[in-house]
Each structure stands twice: as C-alpha cells, then as structure tokens.
C-alpha cells in the first residue's frame, strides 16, 4: 500500500505543531492516499524531531551552518528529500527561505501555511501587521510556494475575525486553530490528485485529476 501513497516529506525548524495536525489527520484516516517519509530540520533542538520519533517517523537533522549559502543546502535538502522518495513537500513552521533550485525540484509539490489572508500582510510578523492595520478580518493561507516571498497561487484560506481587545497572542492562538484545519485538507486533496494549477489559479476536483 505504501509505494500507492503520496510521500510527504516535512521540513520543520521548531515545534511543529501543523506537522502534528497532520500527523493526526494521517492516523484517524482523514488522508488515506499519503504517508510521512520523513521529517527534516534544520535546528537540533526543535521539537518536532521529538514528535516524529513518537510516530516513527524517520526525524533528520540537516544543519544549514553547516553550508556556505542558501543553494548549497537547498542542494542537500533535494538530495534528501529525493532519497526518501518525496512527492509532496510541506513547510511546518520552516523558518528558511528556500532558492529557486528547491522549488524547481518540486514544481506545484511545496506547500507553505502563512497566517494571513494573502496577498494581505505576507512575511513576517502578519498577525501584528493585521492588527496596526485596522482590519476586521485575517485569518489563514495555504498556497503552493514559488520563488517569492508568499506570493504562490492559493489552495485554502480561513477567515478569522479580529475581535476588540485583541493582541498578537489571542489573534494568533484563534487563526492556529483554523490552520490545524486547513493545512490537513489541502495535503489530503493533493494526496488525491484533487488539486491542478492553472497559472495563479488553483482548481480543486471533485474527483481525482488525470494530471499527476
């Protein structure tokens, strides 16, 4: 069964707490047609190494101060992630820009979550940014990466409303809810081929596509 199965390879620099939410989504048979080949990162000590063993996920370290520059370990990580057979790569709080031969490797296979609703407040810090703005609404976005800063086409989004008294921490605590939703689904809708891309454009099947 496994080698029908879409291999996700997840790269981590911290808790990973949405590689959790679809580690769940995984074992209570919410994706059915995926598996986690492999969790990398790129920091010793993040703790998502420690929730991967507890699945028996195989959990790597791939020091990036171990690498003259961006390509040279974007480089190693393709390797990586080729030798455990990636299909679909997924960012979980990966706190690394990635070079354009990453995502040439994995062309509309790289998915990122960013707590806004994009193209609103991409980067950094967006919670903060909603909040200095005045918006009465953010919330979440996953979209596939490309070679810019969030700027990939969209797959999902929730909204999220801004609530008087707000902080960064509330907002923030409130839209990590709805990620823990969405990232899930739209890893188990590529895993079913339910997804194609048409320039910025999205299409989401009801039935899986005959594009792989």
Avoid: W
Wanted: charged share 20%; aromatic share 6%; glycine share 8%.
């Amino acid at each position: 069964m496994a080698d029908q199965t879409v291999a996700i390879g997840v790269l981590v620099s911290g808790n990973g707490s949405n590689f959790q939410a679809i580690v769940d989504a995984l074992e209570n048979g919410r994706i059915t047609d995926g598996r986690i080949a492999c969790l990398i990162s790129n920091k010793a000590d993040a703790y998502a190494l420690e929730r991967a063993r507890k699945h028996n996920i195989p959990a790597i370290v791939l020091d990036h101060k171990g690498y003259p520059n961006r390509t040279a370990y974007d480089q190693a990580l393709v390797a990586l992630l080729k030798e455990h057979g990636v299909q679909l790569v997924v960012l979980a709080g990966f706190m690394r820009l990635l070079s354009p031969l990453m995502v040439e490797a994995f062309p509309h296979a790289i998915m990122n979550i960013h707590p806004a609703l994009l193209p609103a407040f991409p980067g950094l810090d967006a919670q903060q940014q909603a909040l200095e703005y005045g918006v009465r609404y953010s919330g979440c976005t996953v979209h596939f990466v490309d070679i810019g800063t969030d700027t990939g086409p969209v797959i999902l989004q929730a909204v999220v409303p801004i609530l008087a008294g707000d902080t960064v921490e509330s907002l923030s605590q409130r839209i990590h809810g709805e990620e823990y939703r969405i990232y899930p689904e739209a890893v188990r809708l590529f895993c079913a081929n339910r997804l194609r891309v048409e320039g910025r454009r999205v299409h989401i099947s009801t039935a899986p596509s005959d594009n792989p």
